[in-house]
Every structure is written in C-alpha cells, then in structure tokens.
C-alpha cells in the first residue's frame, strides 16, 4: 500500500483544513486507517483512527470534538477535517495504514510522507 497525503497548508487559529490520503493497491477496504502528527522537537503522536468499515473511530483528547476522520473505500482515500484549529495543532501530519484496528493503539504497517498544517495565532 502507498499512501500519499494532502491539504496541508497555512491558516488562522479557528479555521477549517481538510487533509486527504489517497491510497494505491486493491486492498485498502481492508486496512485500518490513522493519522499521526509530528510537531519541530516533538515526538510523532496518535491524532484519529477509523476501521476498515468505518464503525469505529478514536481520537486523540487533544482533538476530541474537533477533528473527524473519515473515509470512502471507493476512492481509497481516507480524510481528517481539521475544525477550530489550534496554534499547538501545527505539525506535519502523516497518515497511516494497518492491518488491524485497535484504536489508539494502532500499530501501522505502511506509513505516507507528511503534509505540512501551520495554524497562526
């Protein structure tokens, strides 16, 4: 599986971004999809997790009734809209796949390069 994520970008504290990652292969319905970020300094976190078949979702604290993430197996492509954002959510967000759904917990077997998200204060 090749992950390739977007729609990273620039924005104020409060507004909206959505991040995409479009996934190659025939088999992305069948893996867990995650999104993780890595702020300057810091080590990469847990950000939103989401089952093959979309039943189950976990999210970090941090960004508990402020992110989703989402997803249609169709597209194979996975999303995180990103709401009331914060100067702390600033990082480079990865997504992810695994084998296995095990939310918070999600150990990921393919990894996709980052996409850059500044929130100015």
């Known amino acids: 599986v090749q992950l390739q994520a977007s729609g990273g970008g620039l924005v104020q504290a409060g507004g909206s971004l959505r991040l995409s990652c479009a996934a190659s292969?025939?088999?992305?319905?069948?893996?867990?999809m995650a999104w993780f970020r890595q702020a300057p300094g810091k080590e990469r976190e847990f950000v939103a997790s989401?089952?093959?078949?979309?039943?189950?979702?976990d999210y970090a604290d941090s960004v508990k009734g402020r992110f989703t993430i989402s997803r249609v197996n169709a597209k194979n492509t996975v999303y995180l809209q990103m709401n009331s954002l914060k100067p702390e959510d600033t990082a480079v967000y990865h997504c992810?796949?695994?084998?296995?759904?095990?939310?918070?917990?999600?150990?990921?077997?393919?990894w996709g390069q980052g996409t850059q998200v500044t929130v100015s204060s």
């Open positions: 992810a796949a695994a084998a296995y759904y095990s939310g918070s917990n999600v150990r990921p077997d393919y």
């Open positions: 292969g025939r088999t992305f319905g069948s893996y867990a």
């Open positions: 989401i089952s093959w078949s979309s039943s189950r979702k």
